[in-house]
């Protein structure tokens, strides 16, 4: 498994890819080194967004 993520300052898009190739999507807030966010904070949010989608 891996994770793909394309990251602004503003949205993220990530992939997952399991070992038979199979693929999720997600998006999430974006994740900016210079205001870096908690990784709890990360965490909570592709949650959300993911039950948002659902």
């Known amino acids: 498994m891996f994770i793909i993520v394309?990251?602004?300052s503003t949205k993220a898009d990530w992939v997952v890819v399991d070992d038979?190739?199979?693929?999720?999507?997600y998006s999430s807030l974006?994740?900016?080194p210079s205001t870096q966010i908690d990784?709890?904070?990360l965490s909570v949010n592709i949650r959300d967004e993911n039950q948002r989608l659902a």
């Not at 038979?20 to 999507?25: G, H, I, T």
């Open 6 to 8: 394309e990251s602004g």
């Open 30 to 32: 974006g994740v900016n």
């Open 39 to 41: 990784f709890e904070d």
């Open 20 to 25: 038979a190739e199979n693929k999720r999507f």
